[in-house]
Each structure stands twice: as structure tokens, then as C-alpha cells.
């Protein structure tokens, strides 16, 4: 199973602040996705990120939230000014040319 | 609109039990579905699913899918502590990058 990690793994931001997550891959790999959890709710998706743009986006996924790679190996979520209704569990998955997608450990969110 | 709906929301059972859990789903050009265990954080993947009929096993877990029903079971036979688990169902569309939906997912315990 391919190897996901994320950092950080707790973040505590104040509202209106930026903040990055990362998530970095072990071995290079095709798709990206980011998910989030609200605590008790449903894993929702956020966006895909393909070929080094993004592939889909949902709703929840607006001008506020940017991906990138910045390096090659590194995929980084923005939330560029944060709400308290970001507070959530963020995960990061990968997947290549199967349809399995492979989870991270999830970073943390929490804005006050 | 896409939609994942899992039964029972909740289960308390004692070990050695066996549990069925249920998964239906509505999804515009289905493609696959996938079961997870969520224990503390990150989703970490069981089975993937495509065709109807055939059953994939590991140890005493084991899933099989119905198209025509719309839906999947996840069955653990002598269930353990360690079994103690969000099992989470997502259906993947024929989108280009195959994002996941997740229902809301079951809560099982195991009682020793």
C-alpha cells in the first residue's frame, strides 16, 4: 500500500488567518486529492489535482482553497483566509492508474 | 445528485459475533465502490468493487456487490476488538479522476 503523510498533524489558526497543509507522497504517483472531514460528519471531496492542474473541484472547493506542487513532491492545500466552518480533518490520498485511492493520516484543523 | 446511504448508522455487538453491513448508493455512471475502516484517523482501504456477484475476501472480512440492487454488504465473521471501526462506503463515478463519495458510514463495537 502506498505511503501517504501529511504535516502538520494538528494546526490551530485564528479566523482570517492562511494556512498550508502538505502532503507529501513516498514515491511519485499520478492523482492527488484532497477531502476533508467535519467532526461527525461525512468524508467529502475537495478537488482532485492531475498532470500538475486541477482535474475536478466540488462545491466546497472555492476561491478561498488553492493546490499546488510547488516542487515536484510536495501537494499543498491553501485556505487563504480561514473560516470556523473550516475546522475539519483534512485528508490528503493518492492514486495512480488503478482506481484505489490511498489515504493520508489527516492533518488537523481547528480555527478559532 | 450522487448519494451514498449506509445501514445501521451504529452496531454494539459481542466478539465472536458475525456483523453484515449494508451500503446503497445512487450515482451517475457508477464505476467502482470501495470500503474503508476509519479507526482514529485516515480511512484505510478493504476492498474495491466493480462487478456484481463476485465476492472479495480478506481473513474474515469479506464484500460483494450488487448493480442491479445498487448496493454492497460487508461481512465480518468472528468479530474482534480490534474490529472496532468506522467502516465507511464510497462510490466512485466514471469521472476522469474517479472521486470518491463516502456515506456517513457505520460505527461498529465489539464488546469482548
Known amino acids: 500500500e502506498p505511503e501517504v503523510t501529511q504535516t502538520p498533524s494538528h494546526q490551530v489558526t485564528q479566523m482570517g488567518q492562511e494556512v498550508i497543509l502538505r502532503c507529501v507522497p513516498i514515491s511519485n504517483h499520478l492523482y492527488f486529492y484532497w477531502y476533508r472531514q467535519i467532526l461527525g460528519q461525512k468524508v467529502e471531496f475537495l478537488v482532485s489535482?492531475?498532470?500538475?492542474?486541477?482535474?475536478?473541484k466540488s462545491e466546497i472547493f472555492d476561491d478561498q482553497f488553492s493546490v499546488e506542487r510547488p516542487d515536484g513532491s510536495n501537494f499543498t492545500l491553501k485556505i487563504r483566509s480561514t473560516k470556523l466552518e473550516d475546522s475539519a480533518m483534512y485528508f490528503c490520498?493518492?492514486?495512480?492508474?488503478?482506481?484505489?485511492?490511498?489515504f493520508g493520516p489527516g492533518t488537523r484543523l481547528l480555527v478559532l | 445528485e450522487d448519494k451514498v446511504v449506509q445501514s445501521p448508522l451504529s452496531l454494539v455487538v459481542h466478539e465472536g459475533d458475525t456483523v453484515t453491513l449494508n451500503c446503497s448508493y445512487e450515482?451517475?455512471?457508477?464505476?467502482?465502490l470501495l470500503w474503508y475502516k476509519q479507526e482514529k484517523k485516515a480511512p484505510t482501504f478493504l476492498f474495491m468493487l466493480t462487478s456484481s456477484g463476485i465476492e472479495k475476501k480478506s481473513g474474515r472480512l469479506s464484500s460483494i456487490l450488487d448493480k442491479k440492487e445498487l448496493s454492497s454488504i460487508l461481512n465480518i465473521t468472528a468479530t474482534q476488538t480490534g474490529d472496532s471501526a468506522i467502516y465507511l462506503c464510497?462510490?466512485?463515478?466514471?469521472?476522469?479522476?474517479?472521486?470518491?463519495?463516502f456515506g456517513t458510514g457505520t460505527r461498529l463495537t465489539v464488546i469482548p
Open positions: 464510497a462510490v466512485s463515478p466514471q469521472t476522469g479522476a474517479n472521486n470518491l463519495f
Open positions: 489535482f492531475y498532470n500538475n492542474e486541477i482535474s475536478e
Open positions: 450515482v451517475t455512471n457508477f464505476r467502482s
Open positions: 490520498a493518492i492514486k495512480d492508474s488503478g482506481e484505489t485511492q490511498y
